[in-house]
């Protein structure tokens, strides 16, 4: 997790979480960007205390002493080594604005653990960071990528309302948990369909939404993909729910998405259920997770805490029924806080959205306020158009949609971005006129998300393969585009130089020749004319629908370009000063180390008369009968050796270890 994310989570800003997580016995440094999920989660665990919140979250300040007083000229020459960023920047322009060679910056980054190429983006925090090593003082301006508290400020006011105008709504449930812990066989079971079946290798590809009835209370799922590639999405999901299932496999346990999905849970302020699926398997060991969770601090009601868990098979439909009821008890007690005002212009939110081949760009949106009807005049972002027709989960036309109801929108000009607000306009000549006076207007419906990155000259020592790559929805693009960033190594960078939606045609086939570059499709195909351009032009189209092949060929791909080197290091010399026992395959030899020092496990060489007569490794170390790891200088030990038995006395022993070096080629 970046530790931006962390400190918004936790409601501390960047600078003092630094200070305060070794307080708290967490050791991640002072210049640190990045957090592994689990310490992540345990620092959010801690922090969530008041009383230790309180006591570390405001520090006591100290009056300057008069020598601190800083000079005119100094001040000046801070100034100038001052930069404004807003809450995001591209890596090239942040080079532009230090004078710096775009290269040095992008390596500065890596050894920051950050890959980025010179067209992506990253956020104020890691700017800031990076610019303080390199001598720049920071400032932070609001600019078109609006502080995210701000945001959620500014998305909360969408759907506020008088008390007396809200009714209870449908909950919305997001499911959530590790890639192959049920969680597709799971709605599966509850909405007795097959979804699961027709979807390739079991992972979900898509983001869906679906409802079902219990008890005469409609409740709408949203099913999010489980792999690590869509944490992104998943986290999205979690803004648009009320209620989260959290699938753990009884035959598995706690796993690290798991733990990933437990803090979107927790970062959404959401109640949940954990679903401890697979219970029919013969290794499913129930105390083992209820323990896993326990120590996550998600103690189970059955052990006396308050994390209520349903024990189920989704794949043998057992206690399906039970889950239902209890997410209907967990929604009966959070029901004052699910509601919604139908009399008023619908607001929702936008979970997928992708290329039709019938329908054209189309998205599915979560009414969350309101009622949305056929012949709206909704507005996306700054672009503004008319609702052409509406298709409820099932597939069937309807006129209008309600809330909580995932409705799919037909007629959108292109394909909007995952998480967007959609919200009907009751007055448009007031918003043109407002729209006009602030930074214009589009008359599109949705503004077309560039994910095309133009290729970047040749950077140096960083050598790049060139990925054109094209998919059928955009959040599978966005979760595939994260993924191969994340490939990138200090020799060897992954360059998106095309990502977008649709089939592969023959224009991807030139360029990838042009390029050259990697051409993969995902859940696409190529057209007729690009498979002819393609085999005439010697050109690999890579298509799959899981992305983790994809991934693989990818990696496959890059391997080609590494070759690997064995490197030996000197760590001492000894002299045979006795032979204890010589077996088959193997001698216990008595040795005086004459330089450096020998270990257990390093390697050998026997000399005798300046030969090298054998090599071996050495599989125990004894040093005054007792076992140690290590043996230095001026001092005698004995060593099992194993695979050689002709050592003799008075040879010599040169000691080394190991090292496989690769290199790009």
Same mark, same amino acid.
């Given at each position: @997790?970046?530790?931006?994310?962390?400190?918004?989570q936790?409601?501390?800003?960047?600078?003092?979480?630094?200070?305060?997580?070794?307080?708290?016995?967490?050791? %991640?440094?002072?210049?640190?960007i990045?957090?592994?999920?689990?310490?992540?989660?345990?620092? #959010?665990?801690?922090?969530?205390?008041?009383?230790?919140?309180?006591?570390?979250?405001?520090?006591?300040?100290?009056?300057?002493?008069p020598?601190?007083?800083?000079?005119?000229?100094?001040?000046?020459?801070?100034?100038d080594?001052?930069i404004?960023?807003?809450?995001?920047?591209?890596?090239?322009?942040?080079?532009?604005?230090?004078?710096?060679?775009?290269?040095?910056?992008?390596?500065?980054l890596?050894?920051?653990?950050?890959?980025?190429?010179?067209?992506?983006?990253?956020?104020?925090?890691?700017?800031?960071? +990076?610019?303080?090593?390199?001598?720049?003082?920071?400032?932070?301006i609001?600019?078109?990528?609006?502080?995210?508290?701000?945001e959620?400020?500014?998305?909360?006011?969408?759907?506020?309302?008088?008390?007396?105008?809200?009714? &209870?709504?449908? &909950?919305?449930?997001?499911? @959530?948990?590790?890639?192959?812990?049920?969680k597709?066989?799971?709605?599966?079971?509850?909405?007795?369909?097959?979804?699961?079946?027709?979807?390739?290798?079991?992972?979900?590809q898509?983001?869906?939404?679906?409802? %079902?009835?219990k008890?005469?209370?409609?409740?709408t799922?949203?099913?999010?993909?489980?792999?690590e590639?869509?944490?992104?999405?998943?986290?999205?999901?979690?803004?648009?729910?009320?209620?989260? +299932?959290?699938?753990?496999?009884?035959?598995?346990?706690?796993?690290?998405?798991?733990?990933?999905?437990?803090?979107?849970?927790?970062?959404? =302020?959401?109640?949940?259920?954990?679903?401890i699926?697979?219970?029919?398997?013969?290794?499913?060991?129930?105390?083992?997770?209820?323990s896993?969770?326990?120590?996550?601090?998600?103690t189970?009601?059955?052990?006396?805490?308050?994390?209520?868990?349903?024990e189920?098979?989704?794949?043998?439909?057992?206690?399906?029924?039970?889950?239902?009821?209890?997410?209907?008890?967990?929604?009966?007690?959070?029901k004052?806080?699910?509601?919604?005002?139908?009399?008023r212009?619908?607001?929702?939110t936008i979970?997928?959205?992708?290329?039709?081949?019938?329908?054209?760009?189309?998205?599915?949106?979560?009414?969350?306020?309101?009622?949305?009807?056929?012949?709206?005049? +909704?507005?996306?972002?700054?672009?503004?158009?008319?609702?052409?027709?509406?298709?409820?989960w099932?597939?069937?036309?309807?006129?209008?949609?309600?809330?909580?109801?995932?409705?799919? #929108?037909?007629?959108?000009?292109?394909?909007p971005?995952?998480?967007?607000?959609?919200?009907?306009?009751?007055?448009?000549?007031?918003w043109?006129?407002?729209?006009?006076?602030?930074?214009?207007?589009?008359?599109?419906?949705?503004?077309?998300?560039?994910?095309?990155?133009?290729?970047?000259?040749?950077?140096?020592?960083?050598?790049? +393969?060139n990925?054109?790559?094209?998919?059928?929805?955009?959040?599978?693009?966005?979760?595939?585009?994260?993924?191969?960033?994340?490939?990138?190594?200090?020799?060897?960078? #992954?360059?998106?130089?095309?990502?977008?939606?649709?089939?592969?045609?023959?224009?991807?086939?030139?360029?990838?020749?042009?390029? &050259?570059?990697?051409?993969?499709?995902?859940?696409?195909?190529?057209?007729?004319?690009?498979?002819?351009?393609?085999?005439?032009?010697?050109?690999?189209?890579?298509?799959?629908?899981?992305?983790?092949e994809?991934?693989?060929?990818?990696?496959?791909? @890059?391997?080609?370009?590494?070759?690997?080197?064995?490197?030996?290091?000197?760590?001492?010399?000894?002299?045979?000063?006795?032979?204890?026992?010589?077996?088959?395959?193997?001698?216990?030899?008595?040795?005086?180390?004459?330089?450096?020092?020998?270990?257990?496990?390093?390697? #050998?060489?026997?000399?005798?008369?300046g030969?090298?007569? =054998?090599?071996?490794?050495?599989?125990?170390?004894?040093?005054?009968?007792?076992?140690?790891?290590?043996? %230095?200088?001026?001092?005698?030990? =004995?060593?099992?050796i194993?695979?050689f038995?002709?050592?003799?006395?008075?040879?010599?022993?040169?000691v080394?270890?190991?090292?496989?070096?690769?290199?790009?080629?």
């Amino acid at each position: @997790m970046n530790i931006t994310e962390l400190a918004r989570q936790v409601h501390i800003p960047v600078e003092r979480l630094r200070e305060i997580l070794p307080e708290l016995g967490f050791d %991640v440094g002072l210049k640190a960007i990045q957090v592994d999920d689990h310490t992540a989660l345990k620092i #959010i665990e801690k922090l969530h205390h008041p009383n230790i919140k309180e006591k570390f979250l405001f520090p006591k300040k100290e009056a300057p002493s008069p020598s601190a007083a800083i000079s005119p000229a100094a001040n000046a020459e801070k100034k100038d080594k001052t930069i404004s960023i807003g809450e995001k920047i591209v890596v090239k322009d942040l080079a532009n604005l230090m004078n710096l060679p775009v290269t040095r910056l992008i390596l500065e980054l890596m050894k920051n653990g950050v890959m980025a190429s010179l067209n992506q983006s990253i956020d104020y925090e890691t700017a800031t960071i +990076i610019a303080e090593d390199l001598g720049y003082q920071t400032e932070k301006i609001n600019n078109n990528c609006p502080d995210p508290g701000q945001e959620k400020k500014d998305r909360a006011s969408y759907f506020v309302d008088e008390e007396k105008n809200l009714i &209870p709504r449908p &909950p919305v449930i997001v499911v @959530m948990g590790h890639v192959d812990h049920g969680k597709t066989k799971l709605l599966d079971a509850i909405r007795e369909t097959n979804v699961a079946d027709g979807e390739a290798g079991g992972i979900t590809q898509h983001i869906g939404a679906y409802q %079902v009835k219990k008890n005469n209370q409609i409740l709408t799922f949203i099913d999010t993909p489980g792999h690590e590639a869509f944490s992104a999405m998943r986290s999205r999901g979690a803004q648009v729910a009320d209620i989260a +299932i959290l699938v753990v496999a009884a035959d598995d346990g706690i796993q690290q998405q798991t733990i990933e999905a437990i803090s979107h849970i927790r970062s959404a =302020g959401l109640p949940f259920i954990v679903a401890i699926n697979k219970i029919d398997k013969p290794d499913a060991n129930l105390d083992k997770i209820r323990s896993g969770l326990a120590d996550l601090g998600l103690t189970p009601e059955a052990w006396g805490g308050k994390t209520i868990c349903v024990e189920i098979s989704a794949k043998q439909k057992t206690n399906i029924d039970g889950l239902l009821e209890t997410l209907l008890l967990v929604y009966e007690l959070e029901k004052d806080k699910i509601t919604a005002n139908p009399n008023r212009a619908a607001v929702g939110t936008i979970i997928e959205a992708h290329v039709d081949k019938g329908e054209g760009p189309v998205a599915t949106i979560i009414v969350q306020t309101g009622i949305l009807k056929i012949g709206d005049t +909704i507005k996306i972002g700054d672009t503004v158009g008319k609702i052409r027709n509406l298709k409820n989960w099932r597939g069937h036309n309807i006129n209008q949609a309600l809330p909580s109801d995932p409705v799919k #929108i037909i007629g959108l000009k292109n394909a909007p971005e995952v998480g967007e607000i959609i919200q009907v306009l009751t007055d448009l000549k007031e918003w043109k006129k407002e729209a006009k006076k602030n930074k214009g207007y589009k008359n599109n419906l949705v503004p077309t998300k560039n994910t095309s990155v133009r290729p970047v000259e040749e950077i140096e020592k960083i050598k790049k +393969i060139n990925v054109i790559l094209k998919c059928d929805v955009l959040g599978s693009l966005e979760a595939l585009v994260e993924s191969l960033n994340n490939l990138s190594q200090p020799e060897l960078m #992954i360059n998106i130089i095309q990502a977008s939606l649709g089939n592969i045609t023959e224009i991807e086939v030139e360029r990838a020749e042009k390029a &050259p570059a990697l051409l993969i499709g995902f859940n696409v195909r190529p057209t007729p004319q690009a498979e002819t351009i393609a085999r005439d032009k010697n050109i690999t189209i890579k298509t799959a629908r899981i992305i983790y092949e994809l991934i693989d060929y990818v990696k496959a791909e @890059m391997n080609k370009n590494f070759t690997e080197e064995i490197k030996e290091t000197e760590l001492g010399r000894a002299k045979v000063i006795k032979i204890f026992r010589t077996e088959k395959k193997s001698q216990i030899i008595g040795v005086k180390i004459i330089a450096g020092k020998i270990t257990k496990e390093a390697k #050998i060489k026997i000399i005798r008369h300046g030969e090298i007569i =054998g090599q071996t490794i050495i599989k125990e170390l004894q040093s005054g009968r007792q076992v140690v790891s290590e043996v %230095v200088e001026g001092q005698e030990a =004995g060593l099992l050796i194993d695979g050689f038995n002709q050592a003799e006395e008075n040879d010599e022993l040169y000691v080394y270890l190991e090292e496989k070096i690769r290199k790009v080629i």
